[in-house]
């Protein structure tokens, strides 16, 4: 089922970083989606390349020259993006193939997630696409966008995208859903990680998250994250899984009857028995996201920190009851609170303002220094595999601890799993402003460490399976 | 356990609405906590009663008389607020006893939760306020805030007090601890609803969580929400409880061995057995939280929207895969996704725009009344008991849509609950500017569709019960 990555990736780079593209649907009438691509394009983007539009009256689409046919397009074409009625598109998917483009979005709608006419036509386009060794993304799909070659062919897109494609950042997202895509760069926006890229797959006749997973594997992505809703070849999926060792995330829809019947008709694709699929995710080292927020919350773990190599976790906080809520928080998620050693509460004792030199420790009105030494004697622990900080921001010198712990988890090789217990609002200023990895809650931030954890352990295990391979 | 109510409930006012207070161990030594009160109650509130500060050299603070001892006031005094070394603290509630003080706030800590030594002093306290009729609020505690009488005299207030004052709401709220009490004061300034009262009880060696319970449901509160770290009267608590129709919330730390042991160093009491505590709820009707966050997300859910008195919910999303995600979401909830009637699909079969006439129901682009209408078909629907609206907010108009369903909810008697999959910045703002109940993910606005339900039922109970014994 898989090709030769290198052939393979070669031609998937052409949809991150196509020289022209071709908009097939984009016209100048009333609310036409295909405009939408071009005006992001030439607007937003101010996309370097050769744009045409593709349209009954051969009309030129905000200043892109428009042709009624693909074969009438005087030059090569890297890209065609499909946005036309779903009747019309297997005719404009063989024109692309006879014209020689080899990568096609498809973003319209009308496929097998409709039914069995819907069925047909995918079908047809399939054989083109093998035909032609096209490589296709979709049907039913919203395209893809690269922050760092600065292309998006996302329908709709509005100016904020522009906001969204100056913040590259380290992950790159697979999504089945458009929806999800505007909600992971619209939170990403109020978070200081970036995206890098984003593929939104749709009913991935062809392209599925295992391609792209093999390609991240290859470029500068730090952190995969996947929105699935099914999963058609479950084993080609596992095979590219257990190879990469970026961390890989999925948050799947569809574990209850009620909720796949529900994702069954958005983007098609079987029912997959959902312990099946978790069987797997643990085979092949993928961690399995619990909230659809967490594919934009816990990525910041991966990238700013180092893995928790146990799961013997110190707590400290400014404020009594948040050591004891997290503790059973932490307990839950099965992480350990271990007992601080002789030797690590005499030096804690040795600081002024430690309430309690207990597993959680907890201090009351102290300065900086205090904090710091408190933060560095618990990081240097032995019975200490990483922290969980929560500190409220009552003063912004915790803002300065907070980096200050950032540097010291890097030379400890250990992470902190940082919270504030303050409004949501402050949170998300502060950790934009200051770009530090903060979290939205206790949970989150606790499940932070899970997966930080789990990643640890993942890792392991492939480079074990990689090291006997070789 | 229980005083008769009416003469209780009157001398607990005086907590809230003293006409003098007397503010024990402040003065202008720097770092005072006592001065900070008298500040809060000069600069912040404008206290139009008397104060006057205790302290061993008799001087003035912030231009409140002072003097070495209580004896020595010249006027009668209301409330005092006790905040000194904790070994000096019996005396002083023995001279307000002797004074005809009869309300004490000791926010002093080093009592029976920093072992035998405290406890020796709490057992004095409490002799002097038994021989003296005195109510006592703590010690280790924060003391009170009124944002309807406004009144505050919490230690360390800043500025920003001014604000939570500004906000009253319907929310009152008992705590045992500080660092919870800001947490929620500052996260509802992100939020819609505000304070009534906020009470914080610390090591309750008097004043606990069931004379409050009590107190709330005589005055002018909506929603009573707690933050315990343990229960000392559980019989007590029920009794009080179960007499009480206005929802009562409680958060409790200390579920698990290692919360119980952080929760017993901040603020003593004994470990409660976690099973024993849930049934006790249940029983009397209190609504269990599971995140400490749902202590200020939730309770508008109860002030904004009529109960849910089924737990067949509709939902409605413009974007599919949402649908997906809250039916797995509200099926490990316990809430049941109808199948829709043959009439109602008729209905919004004659609707444009509308992909799926299924529960969940899913449209694309549509304009406002398109939305207005499906939600009024679900709405009406017999075999529909509330809504979960998800809408994201791509254009202003959806602000209107959910301000003309917060009207079409009450017309109904059912709720809905709602949540925009935008970025958390977007949902805080809006929010905020609009004052429409926008929860902030998926699985709390499910969780305030099950704890709506949950308090339906809880009421039916207890109108029963006292329909029995009239």
Redo the contacts between chains.
């Keep these: 089922l898989i090709m030769n990555t290198a052939i393979q990736n070669t031609q998937l780079d052409k949809f991150f970083n196509p020289a022209s593209v071709a908009v097939i649907g984009a016209s100048n009438a009333p609310f036409n989606l295909g405009a939408t691509i071009c005006n992001c394009l030439k607007e937003y983007i101010g996309f370097p390349g050769q744009v045409v539009a593709i349209n009954r009256k051969a009309e030129a689409v905000n200043g892109y020259p428009g042709y009624s046919s693909v074969a009438h397009i005087p030059h090569e074409v890297d890209m065609a993006v499909i946005i036309t009625p779903a009747a019309v598109v297997p005719q404009f998917v063989k024109e692309c193939g006879e014209k020689g483009i080899r990568n096609i979005v498809i973003e319209s709608a009308g496929f097998s997630e409709q039914g069995s006419e819907g069925n047909e036509l995918q079908k047809e386009i399939d054989r083109y696409a093998d035909r032609y060794k096209i490589r296709l993304l979709g049907p039913n799909c919203l395209g893809v966008m690269d922050n760092v070659s600065r292309f998006c062919c996302f329908y709709g897109a509005y100016e904020g995208i522009m906001d969204a494609l100056n913040k590259a950042g380290g992950i790159s997202y697979v999504i ?5 895509g ?2 992971i760069i ?2 990403l ?2 978070d200081m990680q970036g995206i890098n890229k984003m593929v939104s797959i749709g009913n991935k006749s062809d392209v599925d998250e295992a391609d792209m997973i093999d390609y991240f594997n290859h470029d500068n992505t730090q952190v995969i994250a996947m ?1 699935l ?1 099914n999963v058609a070849h479950g084993e080609k999926l596992m095979k590219v899984a257990r190879r990469v060792k970026k961390p890989i995330m999925v948050f799947k ?11 069954m ?3 098609a694709g079987m029912a997959n028995n959902d312990a099946v699929f978790d069987s797997a995710c643990r085979q092949s080292g993928i961690i399995r996201l619990k ?3 967490e594919i934009y919350s816990l990525p910041k773990m991966l990238t700013e920190m180092p893995l928790l190599r146990g799961n013997r976790i110190a707590a400290f ?9 997290s ?2 928080i ?3 998620a099965g992480l350990k ?1 271990p007992k601080l050693a002789q030797q690590t509460r005499e030096k804690l004792g040795k600081l002024k303002g430690v ?2 030199r ?1 597993n ?1 420790v ?1 201090i009351g009105p102290a300065p900086p220094q205090v904090y710091l030494d408190i933060l560095e004697i618990l990081l240097s622990a032995e019975e200490v595999d990483g922290l969980l900080l929560m500190s ?1 921001i009552w003063r912004d010198f915790v803002i300065d601890v907070i980096k200050e712990v950032m540097k010291m988890c890097k030379r400890y090789d250990k992470p902190a799993s940082i919270y504030a ?6 949170i ?1 200023a502060v950790r934009k402003q200051f770009n530090i990895p903060l979290f ?4 989150e931030a606790v499940r932070a460490l899970v997966v930080s954890h789990e990643q640890f352990k993942y890792l392991r295990k492939k480079e074990k399976l990689m090291g006997e391979k070789s």
Tied chains: 1, 2.
């Design positions: 089945q859903s458009g929806g999800v505007v909600l619209e939170s926006m109020d929105y809703e829809a569809g574990r209850t009857e009620a909720g796949r019947v529900a994702a008709s958005h983007t909230s659809i927020n906080t400014n404020s009594g009851a948040f050591g004891s809520i503790a059973d932490m307990v839950d609170m309430f309690n207990n959680p907890d409220s217990p303050n409004s949501i609002g402050r998300i939205d809650s206790m949970e």
